[in-house]
């Protein structure tokens, strides 16, 4: 365990938390783009150097301005009336906190059982791109399909409704 | 703190909770969104960090996975903010405790 890999933890956790308890939704969308850039940097420190552009490409560059379009196109940058929180809130954070202990649990009881390589993995992004185009073709298309289909599905969804005649 | 692995985990655990918790307790439907995409992340870093220790790193299995999910979830935001602007016009509200019926 290496200091940059607690700052990056600690820089991406704090971008989570700020993301989830901030009150303004134009702060929480900074607050995620912090943790998304967080993350990158920990693909980057993993030694995933693909994964962690393709991170900053995705989510910094398409998912974050998406969630800057859509708070701005529903009016989110007021403050609601009654609180950020759901009447529920006590009982998600008791789920949440249920999860992470399991999750811990078994990850601090099971990590032993798992055989580490230490060595850094030589991958070059052309193996990434013969691999993608050889032994994983029919995934990458299939993506093609779906990004596609959403690309239409969510014009289609938040395009103007004509009025229809009622019946 | 006992080896690299357990500790990107733990990271990634909590990260999913945390994505958890704003996705159980925040009232604004593109927050809860928000919190979804949290906890992808955190199953994609679980899926980078076993590739980086796991025993075959050169057959890029848990990469591809990444990869893929990431590009799913792309989508899945496209597709679910598309929603919330749908439904903000129809009801003119985001919050998700307004939203009890499944009328148009």
Redesign the interface.
């Known amino acids: 365990m290496t200091p940059v890999f607690y700052v990056l933890a600690a820089l991406t956790l704090a971008g989570g938390l700020a993301t989830v308890l901030l009150k303004h939704l134009v702060h929480c969308a900074l607050a995620t783009t912090v943790a998304f850039a967080g993350l990158a940097l920990l693909y980057l420190q993993l030694d995933a150097q693909f994964a962690g552009f393709a991170q900053i490409l995705v989510y910094i560059g398409a998912v974050a301005i998406l969630i800057v379009f859509a708070i701005l196109l529903t009016r989110g940058a007021e403050l609601p009336k009654d609180g950020v929180f759901s009447r529920t809130w006590f009982v998600g954070l008791v789920i949440a906190a249920g999860v992470f202990a399991v999750l811990g649990w078994a990850v601090l009881e099971s990590v032993r059982a798992v055989p580490q390589q230490m060595a850094v993995p030589a991958v070059t992004v052309r193996e990434i791109g013969i691999a993608l185009v050889g032994r994983y073709v029919l995934p990458l298309e299939i993506v093609a399909l779906l990004l596609t289909a959403a690309t239409i599905g969510a014009v289609i969804v938040a395009m103007h409704e004509k009025e229809r005649p009622k019946p | ?11 990634a ?16 439907a ?2 809860v ?3 979804i ?2 906890m992808l ?1 955190a199953a ?2 679980n899926l ?2 076993f ?5 075959h ?2 057959l ?1 299995t848990g ?2 996975f ?3 999910s ?10 679910g ?6 439904i ?2 129809h009801t003119n509200t ?4 307004k939203m009890n019926r499944m009328k148009g």
Request: glycine residues 8%; without cysteine.
């Open positions: 703190m006992t080896t690299p692995l357990a500790g990107y985990l733990l990271v655990a909590l990260l999913f909770a945390i994505g958890l918790a704003g996705a159980l307790t925040r009232r604004n593109i927050l969104l928000i919190g995409e949290l992340n994609n870093l980078i960090a590739w980086r220790f796991g025993p790193p050169e890029l990469m591809m990444a990869i893929f990431i590009a799913v979830a792309a989508a899945e935001a496209a597709v903010l598309g929603l919330v602007i749908a903000h016009r985001t919050d998700l405790d």
